[in-house]
Each structure stands twice: as structure tokens, then as C-alpha cells.
């Protein structure tokens, strides 16, 4: 479509018909997620926002060069340079030499000389287009840069540029070499990885993490900005280029929902449309909450606010959450009823208030990293203030406010009272423990009346008071006419954290009414912006990529957006045109089956369990249900047409796309309360387009979606393979129905006692040498050591993991006989391709501050320790590589949980 060849233009002359300046047009018209030598948008007239200009502006940055600051030497700023030079020629050459053998282009000994000159020339153009163009938007400097340099290279380079840039730019969607490794077969597929990864400098029975991962950031460079790559998301990589073919391609099923879907993803990426209409998305939302679209930072009413009605209105918002985060919950304690749960919010700090509307009905464990960027007060402080400023400021423009030195002193006071106001609030959170919100019995459960009383008591004489049956009322208003009845007949409300939301209350009680309406205001503009005009967004994510630089490309947002709305017609699709579905599935099937058996076996072998607790425990791992890549309904049209039939779409409207089906989901929600039997609904366990796996306790039930049936998990040629990456996964996740938490859980969902007291001690007994183990983990590059009470559960469920699936994959070849041998790994035995499959699947590259965030709140270990912890616990492992007694791989002591 852009006219561009195939392979890297590095190598030969260009055609003399090739047309740049047509290929410049058609990338700038075409190319959502992509831009060269400069953007050309519409947008609004700076001195009337209500006219639309064509707007030259500055591209992201292709090497994303750090411009010199005053406080920085010349030679600072050219060690940078030199430094992003040799990363940049070092990834364009990686990059072509990967297209050239895919591709089975041989060069010539000229051709590759000519090559490497070009890498060279174009990554230096690169650099001097960001270097030489940092000047302000529609700035003549600018234009004049952009126009020197279009005419100082040579064709051959410029379009080199082109290419490269537009690689770059679109590896972000489809992934780092996972659209070329698909179209090999399994087998080769696999060798390829297992190729690019090993570094043979290490031995496996010294560091086997190094040895199978040596090489892995070499093909997988981290970018300027970028926190982390890890392997396993090539597969959602996949899955996002498929869904974008799905919103692109003609829809030849003539599914309205698909129609639904394609119409909201195009109007995200309509710029114009957003352009012409962006103004209204967010006075829409305000108006609609009953708040003010000029900041009500002077406000003065004649009567009292309804603050419980405008609370409730602000929960019932598909985009902004305050105070606390509400939502439907099946009770931990008894399955078959739901109950209104309070939860923490999200954190204002780090821009997360838009996504956070919450049904946590399976209480599942995710197992994705926490992203969560924690920060200082005082750049909490500057940036919040930053954008409010913005927000006020636009807002002020968009309405016509005059400004004035008085009104910019009282805006000004207003901000910093909201901010100190925000971060008191931020501060309730900080004692704040991982493992004790997850833990139910630390969970409150109180009437309405008694939650009155206890609000009361704190409010006291406060400006804001709180009614919560007016609350209740307008958070179920249009979806249940027996609110008060329901309440009032003594259903009790679960309170995560009840010294939490009393601390909240606290702070509410010591501000005043305009300080909290302004605070509301200022976070509904917030959380609507990124869904309106230009200006909006970057009010929004400006000030955040001081704390965030790797920001999201309009095409890969839009995509987002319409994943998490569409997720069940996407999967629908998959079903019908992924032919070999149904192959997976069985295959995955008959993998859990012979898992389990291989659990069957260890506690049945257990002697340190008392009888009791054995027969409970293999009732338990018998009862365990599965649903395995999709459910049966998924692949009926009708029922899929019937779950967005509600939907009402806009080609120009993506405000409104957005946002109805937001409203549909979000009163889906909040109509569980009180339904009976949830669990045996026809609701949905997961999303299925998700790449993850996870056990939910409340059904005892295990769900391994379809997202993650696939490379690099799934379909590597051999079983062998499908077990060490897959199979570890799906036993990790059975293993979490007798962890510190599953434990607790009968099997039939019920929170009740089922181990006998010293089977249970001598279960926490054991799990110390793996909180000991883990406390010694050292990780050189932050000079920190991983939790080990805070990954217990994990460190715990990654070990029985691959036992497991060892063990489970030996019942397979019992079955089956042995299997044939992997291309360029024919001496390699089958259960030592399991483990390198294992430890393949956990390379990573992560920069040192998301190493150090990920220390101090996330579940999981770093992929470093939870392929070394298990494997050094694992005498399977060391039997399996002949590794000697006491090599680094095969310690003397070492830690068993069964």
C-alpha cells in the first residue's frame, strides 16, 4: 500500500521510478502508526479553537535522542549520541539481516559492503533529523530543517530512512520477529528461537538462565524509553496484528457486531473526525455527572451540594472513579451469592483513572507485572499541578473565560488546595499490603445502617456528608426499583480495607465543598481527554511521560480500546478462521488431563500429609474444572450479535463509540448484586483474547484461554516443547489450588478449614526454605534481593510447575512414544528441550527501575529468579542434565514443598 519493497533497501540502487515524495503522502495519509520528517495533523486554531488547520508538527522521535539542556556539557550530550549511534546501527543491521534470511536473500560480498555503509548513513540521518529539528510546531526553522534535509541526502538514503523508520515504528504492533517466526513450521519455528537466544559461552549446569537467554537482549534491544521485553509477548503481538487485520479487512460475515467494532476502531484513528467533534466529549461528561464545564473553582451555591447523589453519579461514570472503587463481588465466604464490594482506587498519580470500573467475580490472580510508577511527593506534586493547569486552562478557552491576574490567583490557590487535597488522599494507601488485601478474612462485612453510623461518627459536622441509601439509590437507579428494601433487610456490603476508606473519610471531613467538587471536576476531564481532541490528549498524557516515555502509538490505543470492548466477537473470529482450533484444544486437554494425574500421584506419595487432608486434597485436584481455549456459545454468531446489540456506534463519534459501550458494561456489572448462583451464569471466566492463564478459587476452576494457545506457549513442533512452556504455565496455575490462599478454599468454592492443623504447619514449615531462598536471591543490578514472603505463592506454584509438567509429559510419551528430534538439536534428550522451553519462555530484558519497581509490589519474581529459584530447587533438573553435586545448578540443599 505504501509502495515501499519488501526486503531492506540497503543493498541496491532504487528504481528510478520510485516516487518519495508520494510514498512521504501516503505514509502521513495511510499510516496510522506511523510518521516521517514530520506530522501533518488537523487540528484547532490556537487563537479560535473552533477553526481547524492543517498543523505541521514534529515526529517521535525515531532514536528519541535526548535534546542537551543547559545544564548538560557538550560532551555529555555527544557521549549520548554516540551511545544511541551504536545501539542504532546496531538494531538496523540485526533488523536486516533477520528480513534478508527470511526472506532467503543471499547477498553478494558488494551488496553486503554497500549495506553496512547505508546502516550507517541512515542511522546517522536519523540522529541529525532529531537533532536539527527540535523547534516548535509550524516554526519556520522547522519546516526550512525538514525541507534541507529531504533534499541533502541522496534518494537511495532517503528511502532507507523511510523504510527503516517504518519498520520501527510498526515492530511496536506486530512484534519483534513473531510475524516472520509464524510462518515457519513448529519445529523450525522453535530452533529458530532457541538459535537466536543461547549463548553457548555459559554452561547449563552453572547459570542456566544465561545459558538459554545469553542472547536474548541482542535481538531484542531495548529502545529509548522502553522498561521491558519479554518473550512471551510475542504471542499477544500476534494476536493484536490478527485483530487489527479483523477491524481493517472487508467484513465479509456481515456481523453487525464486527461492523460495531470496525466503525469504533476507525473513528479512533479518524484524526479529522476527532479533530472536528473533539471538543464535546468532555463537557458531554460533566454535564451528565450535573458538575459545571468552566472549573468550579469560585463555586458558591445557595443550598448544600447532594455530594451522596454526586458521588454516586461519578461511580456510575464509565470513566472516572473518587474516594473509593465500587464493584460486584462474589462472596469469598459463600459462592453462590454476589455482594457490593468497596476497593481501593487506582492511584491518581501515575493517570490511571480512567480504567478502573472493577467486577471482580472470580477473584482471579493476574499475572502480568505491576506497572505502577512509584514517585516522590514532590513530583507527584508538580505533576498533578501541571495537569490541572492545563486542563483549567483549556477549559477556560473552550468557553470563552477571560483571563485575569485575580482569577489566575484564585485558579492558582484552588489547584495547590486540590493537589494537598489529592495526595492526603494518596497517602491513605501507602500502608497499604499487598498480601493482606488479598486475604478475605481481612475483608469487612457491614450493613448499610452500620456504615451510616460509622460515616457519621468521622463526618460530624463536616461541609460533605454522605446519605448512603441516597447514594444507593442513584448508583442502581434505571437498574433496580427495590434499592432500599434491598439494603434495609440487613445484605452486607464488603469493605476491603475498612481502616482504608475510614482514613478517606477522614481527609473528606477536613476540606471544603469547592475543594472536593473542583477535585472531581478537574479528574472527569482527566479520564475523558484521551478520548478527545488533540489538545485534550495532550493535556492528559503530557505531564505523564515525565514518569512514562514509552507512550502508547494511536494505532496500538485504538486497538486497545476496542479489544477490551469486543473481546468475545475478536475470539468468535479467531474460531472461524484459525483452522487447527479445535486440534489445540484436544491437544491441551489431554495436557491438563495427564498434569493432573502427575499431581495425583505426588500428594497421593505425600508422606508428611495425614490421611485426611490427602483424600481432601485429591477430591479437591479431581474437582478442579477446566475450560480450555473457548466455550461452545463463542462460536455462535447469534449470541454474539445479541451481547452488542446495545452497542449504538458513530463513524465521526468515537467519544460516543466509546463510552456507550462502557455504559452497557459498566450496568452489567453493577446488575449481578444479588444474583443468585453467579458462577453458574453463562458469564464469561476470562477474557479470552488474553495471553495468560489462572485459577480462580471461588469455582475451583481453571481457565486457559485461547489468547494463550499459541507460539510461544503452544504449537512448537514438539510436546516436549507445548509442555515446558505451556504445560509449566497450566500447572502453575492448578498448583495455586493449595498455596496460602487456595488452601483456604473447599472444593466446592467455600472458604472453610480443610487441613488439619500440623499438615498445615508443617506446610507454612515448608514454604520458609523457599521465603529463605528467595531473600537470598540477589539481583546485581539494582544491589536488591527478591521478597520471598511477598512471591511465596508464586515461587511456590512456578516450582510444583514444572514438576509437574515433567513429570506429566513423561505420562504423555508413556502414551505416545518417544517423540522425533527437535532441527539442529538431534542429540539434545526431549526433557532437556522441556526445561530450555521453560526457561525460553521467561527471557527478558527489563531496565533497573522496573527491576526495582517490580521488587517492591509485584507477586511474581523476576524472570531471572523464577527460572533459576526452581530449577536449582529441582532435583529432576539436575538428574536430567547431569549436573554434578554442588555446581551452581545443583546445590546441596535444596527446597520441596510436596
Same mark, same amino acid.
Given at each position: 500500500?505504501?509502495?515501499?519493497?519488501?526486503?531492506?533497501?540497503?543493498?541496491?540502487?532504487?528504481?528510478?521510478?520510485?516516487?518519495?515524495?508520494?510514498?512521504?503522502?501516503?505514509?502521513?495519509?495511510?499510516?496510522?502508526?506511523?510518521?516521517?520528517?514530520?506530522?501533518?495533523?488537523?487540528?484547532?486554531?490556537?487563537?479560535?479553537?473552533?477553526?481547524?488547520?492543517?498543523?505541521?508538527?514534529?515526529?517521535?522521535?525515531?532514536?528519541?535522542?535526548?535534546?542537551?539542556?543547559?545544564?548538560?556539557?557538550?560532551?555529555?550530550?555527544?557521549?549520548?549520541?554516540?551511545?544511541?549511534?551504536?545501539?542504532?546501527?546496531?538494531?538496523?543491521?540485526?533488523?536486516?539481516?533477520?528480513?534478508?534470511?527470511?526472506?532467503?536473500?543471499?547477498?553478494?560480498?558488494?551488496?553486503?559492503?554497500?549495506?553496512?555503509?547505508?546502516?550507517?548513513?541512515?542511522?546517522?540521518?536519523?540522529?541529525?533529523?532529531?537533532?536539527?529539528?527540535?523547534?516548535?510546531?509550524?516554526?519556520?526553522?522547522?519546516?526550512?530543517?525538514?525541507?534541507?534535509?529531504?533534499?541533502?541526502?541522496?534518494?537511495?538514503?532517503?528511502?532507507?530512512?523511510?523504510?527503516?523508520?517504518?519498520?520501527?515504528?510498526?515492530?511496536?504492533?506486530?512484534?519483534?520477529?513473531?510475524?516472520?517466526?509464524?510462518?515457519?513450521?513448529?519445529?523450525?519455528?522453535?530452533?529458530?528461537?532457541?538459535?537466536?537466544?543461547?549463548?553457548?559461552?555459559?554452561?547449563?549446569?552453572?547459570?542456566?538462565?544465561?545459558?538459554?537467554?545469553?542472547?536474548?537482549?541482542?535481538?531484542?534491544?531495548?529502545?529509548?524509553?522502553?522498561?521491558?521485553?519479554?518473550?512471551?509477548?510475542?504471542?499477544?503481538?500476534?494476536?493484536?496484528?490478527?485483530?487489527?487485520?479483523?477491524?481493517?479487512?472487508?467484513?465479509?460475515?456481515?456481523?453487525?457486531?464486527?461492523?460495531?467494532?470496525?466503525?469504533?476502531?476507525?473513528?479512533?484513528?479518524?484524526?479529522?473526525?476527532?479533530?472536528?467533534?473533539?471538543?464535546?466529549?468532555?463537557?458531554?461528561?460533566?454535564?451528565?455527572?450535573?458538575?459545571?464545564?468552566?472549573?468550579?473553582?469560585?463555586?458558591?451555591?445557595?443550598?448544600?451540594?447532594?455530594?451522596?447523589?454526586?458521588?454516586?453519579?461519578?461511580?456510575?461514570?464509565?470513566?472516572?472513579?473518587?474516594?473509593?472503587?465500587?464493584?460486584?463481588?462474589?462472596?469469598?465466604?459463600?459462592?453462590?451469592?454476589?455482594?457490593?464490594?468497596?476497593?481501593?482506587?487506582?492511584?491518581?498519580?501515575?493517570?490511571?483513572?480512567?480504567?478502573? %470500573?472493577?467486577? $471482580? /467475580?472470580? +477473584?482471579? @490472580?493476574?499475572?502480568?507485572?505491576?506497572?505502577? =510508577?512509584? #514517585?516522590?511527593? &514532590? *513530583?507527584?506534586?508538580?505533576?498533578?499541578?501541571?495537569?490541572?493547569?492545563?486542563?483549567?486552562?483549556?477549559?477556560?478557552?473552550?468557553?470563552?473565560?477571560?483571563?485575569?491576574? %485575580?482569577?489566575? $490567583? /484564585?485558579? +492558582?490557590? @484552588?489547584?495547590?488546595?486540590?493537589?494537598?487535597? =489529592?495526595? #492526603?488522599?494518596? &497517602? *491513605?494507601?501507602?500502608?497499604?499490603?499487598?498480601?493482606?488485601?488479598?486475604?478475605?478474612?481481612?475483608?469487612?462485612?457491614?450493613?448499610?445502617?452500620?456504615?451510616?453510623?460509622?460515616?457519621?461518627?468521622?463526618?460530624?459536622?463536616?461541609?460533605?456528608?454522605?446519605?448512603?441509601?441516597?447514594?444507593? #439509590?442513584?448508583?442502581?437507579?434505571?437498574?433496580?426499583?427495590?434499592?432500599?428494601?434491598?439494603?434495609?433487610?440487613?445484605?452486607?456490603?464488603?469493605?476491603?480495607?475498612?481502616?482504608?476508606?475510614?482514613?478517606?473519610?477522614?481527609?473528606?471531613?477536613?476540606?471544603?465543598?469547592?475543594?472536593?467538587?473542583?477535585?472531581?471536576?478537574?479528574?472527569?476531564?482527566?479520564?475523558?481527554?484521551?478520548?478527545?481532541?488533540?489538545?485534550?490528549?495532550?493535556?492528559?498524557?503530557?505531564?505523564?511521560?515525565?514518569?512514562?516515555?514509552?507512550?502508547?502509538?494511536?494505532?496500538?490505543?485504538?486497538?486497545?480500546?476496542?479489544?477490551?470492548?469486543?473481546?468475545?466477537?475478536?475470539?468468535?473470529?479467531?474460531?472461524?478462521?484459525?483452522?487447527?482450533?479445535?486440534?489445540?484444544?484436544?491437544?491441551?486437554?489431554?495436557?491438563?488431563?495427564?498434569?493432573?494425574?502427575?499431581?495425583?500421584?505426588?500428594?497421593?506419595?505425600?508422606?508428611?500429609?495425614?490421611?485426611?487432608?490427602?483424600?481432601?486434597?485429591?477430591?479437591?485436584?479431581?474437582?478442579?474444572?477446566?475450560?480450555?481455549?473457548?466455550?461452545?456459545?463463542?462460536?455462535?454468531?447469534?449470541?454474539?450479535?445479541?451481547?452488542?446489540?446495545?452497542?449504538?456506534?458513530?463513524?465521526?463519534?468515537?467519544?460516543?463509540?466509546?463510552?456507550?459501550?462502557?455504559?452497557?458494561?459498566?450496568?452489567?456489572?453493577?446488575?449481578?448484586?444479588?444474583?443468585?448462583?453467579?458462577?453458574?451464569?453463562?458469564?464469561?471466566?476470562?477474557?479470552?483474547?488474553?495471553?495468560?492463564?489462572?485459577?480462580?478459587?471461588?469455582?475451583?476452576?481453571?481457565?486457559?484461554?485461547?489468547?494463550?494457545?499459541?507460539?510461544?506457549?503452544?504449537?512448537?513442533?514438539?510436546?516436549?516443547?507445548?509442555?515446558?512452556?505451556?504445560?509449566?504455565?497450566?500447572?502453575?496455575?492448578?498448583?495455586?489450588?493449595?498455596?496460602?490462599?487456595?488452601?483456604?478454599?473447599?472444593?466446592?468454592?467455600?472458604?472453610?478449614?480443610?487441613?488439619?492443623?500440623?499438615?498445615?504447619?508443617?506446610?507454612?514449615?515448608?514454604?520458609?526454605?523457599?521465603?529463605?531462598?528467595?531473600?537470598?536471591?540477589?539481583?546485581?543490578?539494582?544491589?536488591?534481593?527478591?521478597?520471598?514472603?511477598?512471591?511465596?505463592?508464586?515461587?511456590?506454584?512456578?516450582?510444583?510447575?514444572?514438576?509437574?509438567?515433567?513429570?506429566?509429559?513423561?505420562?504423555?510419551?508413556?502414551?505416545?512414544?518417544?517423540?522425533?528430534?527437535?532441527?539442529?538439536?538431534?542429540?539434545?534428550?526431549?526433557?532437556?528441550?522441556?526445561?530450555?522451553?521453560?526457561?525460553?519462555?521467561?527471557?527478558?530484558?527489563?531496565?533497573?527501575?522496573?527491576?526495582?519497581?517490580?521488587?517492591?509490589?509485584?507477586?511474581?519474581?523476576?524472570?531471572?529468579?523464577?527460572?533459576?529459584?526452581?530449577?536449582?530447587?529441582?532435583?529432576?533438573?539436575?538428574?536430567?542434565?547431569?549436573?554434578?553435586?554442588?555446581?551452581?545448578?545443583?546445590?546441596?540443599?535444596?527446597?520441596?514443598?510436596?
Amino acid at each position: 500500500m505504501l509502495g515501499l519493497p519488501v526486503t531492506p533497501p540497503f543493498h541496491a540502487p532504487i528504481p528510478a521510478s520510485f516516487d518519495e515524495i508520494a510514498v512521504l503522502a501516503k505514509i502521513h495519509r495511510y499510516s496510522p502508526l506511523t510518521s516521517f520528517l514530520f506530522d501533518i495533523k488537523v487540528r484547532g486554531n490556537p487563537r479560535n479553537i473552533m477553526i481547524n488547520h492543517i498543523y505541521f508538527g514534529q515526529t517521535p522521535s525515531a532514536s528519541k535522542a535526548p535534546a542537551s539542556t543547559s545544564n548538560e556539557t557538550d560532551s555529555k550530550f555527544e557521549a549520548t549520541t554516540a551511545e544511541i549511534r551504536k545501539a542504532l546501527v546496531k538494531y538496523l543491521s540485526v533488523t536486516a539481516n533477520f528480513m534478508y534470511k527470511n526472506l532467503g536473500v543471499q547477498l553478494t560480498k558488494t551488496q553486503e559492503s554497500l549495506k553496512t555503509s547505508q546502516v550507517k548513513r541512515v542511522a546517522e540521518f536519523l540522529l541529525d533529523l532529531d537533532k536539527k529539528s527540535n523547534f516548535t510546531a509550524n516554526d519556520e526553522k522547522f519546516l526550512k530543517t525538514v525541507n534541507d534535509l529531504f533534499y541533502d541526502f541522496y534518494t537511495t538514503l532517503l528511502n532507507g530512512a523511510i523504510f527503516t523508520h517504518y519498520f520501527m515504528i510498526t515492530r511496536n504492533l506486530s512484534g519483534s520477529g513473531e510475524n516472520f517466526e509464524r510462518n515457519l513450521s513448529g519445529l523450525e519455528a522453535s530452533a529458530e528461537i532457541f538459535n537466536k537466544n543461547i549463548n553457548p559461552d555459559n554452561s547449563p549446569c552453572q547459570n542456566f538462565y544465561e545459558f538459554m537467554c545469553g542472547n536474548f537482549k541482542e535481538w531484542n534491544p531495548l529502545g529509548v524509553g522502553e522498561q521491558r521485553k519479554l518473550m512471551t509477548s510475542y504471542r499477544q503481538n500476534y494476536l493484536d496484528q490478527e485483530i487489527t487485520k479483523f477491524l481493517t479487512n472487508p467484513n465479509t460475515d456481515n456481523l453487525l457486531s464486527l461492523s460495531k467494532a470496525q466503525t469504533t476502531y476507525q473513528s479512533c484513528l479518524n484524526e479529522i473526525a476527532i479533530e472536528k467533534f473533539g471538543n464535546t466529549p468532555v463537557p458531554a461528561e460533566l454535564n451528565s455527572i450535573g458538575l459545571p464545564i468552566t472549573p468550579p473553582f469560585n463555586l458558591r451555591l445557595n443550598k448544600p451540594l447532594d455530594f451522596s447523589k454526586l458521588l454516586a453519579k461519578v461511580h456510575r461514570s464509565p470513566f472516572t472513579n473518587f474516594l473509593f472503587d465500587v464493584g460486584v463481588l462474589v462472596d469469598p465466604f459463600d459462592s453462590s451469592k454476589t455482594r457490593l464490594v468497596f476497593n481501593y482506587t487506582p492511584s491518581i498519580m501515575h493517570g490511571m483513572t480512567a480504567e478502573s %470500573k472493577s467486577l $471482580e /467475580i472470580f +477473584q482471579m @490472580r493476574a499475572h502480568s507485572p505491576e506497572t505502577e =510508577l512509584q #514517585k516522590k511527593k &514532590e *513530583t507527584d506534586r508538580k505533576l498533578l499541578v501541571k495537569a490541572m493547569t492545563g486542563a483549567v486552562q483549556l477549559m477556560n478557552e473552550l468557553t470563552n473565560v477571560p483571563s485575569s491576574k %485575580k482569577r489566575n $490567583e /484564585i485558579i +492558582q490557590k @484552588r489547584i495547590n488546595d486540590i493537589v494537598n487535597f =489529592l495526595i #492526603k488522599l494518596e &497517602e *491513605t494507601k501507602e500502608s497499604e499490603k499487598l498480601e493482606e488485601e488479598r486475604d478475605p478474612n481481612t475483608y469487612t462485612y457491614i450493613t448499610l445502617d452500620e456504615l451510616q453510623k460509622e460515616t457519621d461518627k468521622i463526618l460530624g459536622n463536616a461541609q460533605m456528608k454522605i446519605n448512603w441509601y441516597d447514594y444507593m #439509590k442513584e448508583l442502581f437507579k434505571d437498574i433496580r426499583d427495590d434499592t432500599s428494601e434491598y439494603f434495609k433487610s440487613g445484605e452486607l456490603i464488603i469493605i476491603k480495607n475498612m481502616d482504608q476508606l475510614k482514613a478517606v473519610l477522614q481527609v473528606v471531613s477536613k476540606v471544603n465543598q469547592p475543594v472536593i467538587v473542583s477535585a472531581i471536576w478537574w479528574l472527569v476531564v482527566d479520564s475523558v481527554s484521551p478520548y478527545a481532541a488533540a489538545r485534550f490528549r495532550s493535556s492528559h498524557y503530557e505531564p505523564k511521560t515525565k514518569i512514562d516515555k514509552n507512550q502508547l502509538q494511536p494505532g496500538r490505543q485504538c486497538l486497545e480500546f476496542v479489544i477490551s470492548q469486543y473481546p468475545y466477537l475478536l475470539v468468535h473470529l479467531f474460531m472461524k478462521y484459525e483452522t487447527n482450533i479445535v486440534k489445540q484444544r484436544d491437544e491441551v486437554n489431554e495436557m491438563v488431563s495427564n498434569i493432573r494425574d502427575a499431581y495425583h500421584e505426588t500428594i497421593t506419595q505425600a508422606t508428611w500429609l495425614d490421611d485426611a487432608t490427602k483424600m481432601a486434597a485429591l477430591y479437591k485436584l479431581l474437582s478442579i474444572t477446566t475450560k480450555i481455549s473457548f466455550d461452545e456459545w463463542m462460536t455462535n454468531p447469534k449470541r454474539i450479535e445479541e451481547m452488542y446489540e446495545k452497542v449504538v456506534v458513530n463513524s465521526e463519534f468515537f467519544h460516543q463509540n466509546i463510552r456507550s459501550s462502557k455504559v452497557i458494561k459498566r450496568k452489567q456489572q453493577l446488575e449481578f448484586l444479588g444474583m443468585k448462583n453467579p458462577l453458574n451464569s453463562r458469564t464469561p471466566l476470562l477474557d479470552p483474547t488474553i495471553a495468560d492463564a489462572r485459577y480462580s478459587p471461588l469455582i475451583n476452576a481453571i481457565n486457559v484461554p485461547f489468547g494463550i494457545i499459541g507460539r510461544p506457549y503452544h504449537g512448537l513442533g514438539l510436546q516436549a516443547l507445548n509442555y515446558g512452556a505451556l504445560g509449566s504455565v497450566v500447572s502453575h496455575e492448578i498448583a495455586h489450588a493449595f498455596d496460602t490462599v487456595g488452601k483456604q478454599y473447599n472444593p466446592w468454592g467455600k472458604k472453610r478449614r480443610w487441613w488439619r492443623k500440623k499438615t498445615d504447619a508443617e506446610f507454612d514449615e515448608r514454604s520458609k526454605c523457599f521465603i529463605d531462598f528467595y531473600n537470598e536471591f540477589q539481583l546485581p543490578e539494582i544491589n536488591r534481593k527478591v521478597n520471598g514472603k511477598l512471591t511465596l505463592d508464586e515461587n511456590i506454584a512456578d516450582f510444583l510447575g514444572v514438576q509437574h509438567a515433567i513429570k506429566a509429559y513423561r505420562k504423555y510419551v508413556a502414551k505416545h512414544g518417544k517423540e522425533k528430534s527437535l532441527i539442529n538439536f538431534e542429540n539434545v534428550p526431549h526433557e532437556q528441550l522441556l526445561t530450555m522451553s521453560y526457561a525460553t519462555i521467561n527471557c527478558s530484558e527489563l531496565t533497573p527501575s522496573f527491576l526495582q519497581r517490580m521488587l517492591e509490589k509485584d507477586e511474581h519474581a523476576p524472570n531471572i529468579a523464577r527460572v533459576l529459584g526452581v530449577l536449582k530447587n529441582s532435583q529432576e533438573f539436575a538428574d536430567i542434565w547431569k549436573c554434578s553435586t554442588n555446581e551452581e545448578m545443583n546445590p546441596e540443599k535444596k527446597c520441596v514443598i510436596w
